[in-house]
Nanobody, 124 residues
Framework: QVQLVESGGGLVQAGGSLRLSCAAS????????IGWFRQAPGKERRFVGT????????DYADSVKGRFTISRDNAKNTVYLQMNSLKPEDTAVYYC?????????????????WGQGTQVTVSS
């Protein structure tokens, strides 16, 4: 059974940091790129960043570039999203997703499996 489970969300003040984790099981993890997306209330799900199957390539949305970092530990089947200098506009449910495309995708349609999401709330 394929599973992606996000954790690490919570409430943080503006300027603070959080690290999200995405634990995968049920598929060959290191064959897949992993993407992070977020969805604020009433808005569409938006691309945050992606990491290639090897971890050698990452790509980020302009809105988070320089503040967020994605890494992966294939031995632990886990991907991390380190979020620094958080802003109230980063408030959203954050999702991880797995893609057979080696470099991932900016589109939600480029992903095969999705987690259930974890809430991140940044207070001003």
């Amino acid at each position: 059974q394929v599973q992606l489970v996000e954790s690490g969300g919570g409430l943080v003040q503006a300027g603070g940091s959080l690290r999200l984790s995405c634990a995968a099981s049920g598929f060959t993890f290191d064959d897949y790129a992993i993407g992070w997306f977020r969805q604020a209330p009433g808005k569409e799900r938006r691309f945050v960043g992606t990491i290639s199957w090897s971890g050698g390539n990452t790509d980020y949305a302009d809105s988070v570039k320089g503040r967020f970092t994605i890494s992966r530990d294939n031995a632990k089947n886990t991907v991390y999203l380190q979020m620094n200098s958080l802003k109230p506009e980063d408030t959203a449910v954050y999702y991880c997703a797995a893609s057979r495309r080696g470099q991932g995708s900016w589109s939600v349609y480029g992903y095969d499996y999705w987690g259930q999401g974890t809430q991140v709330t940044v207070s001003s």
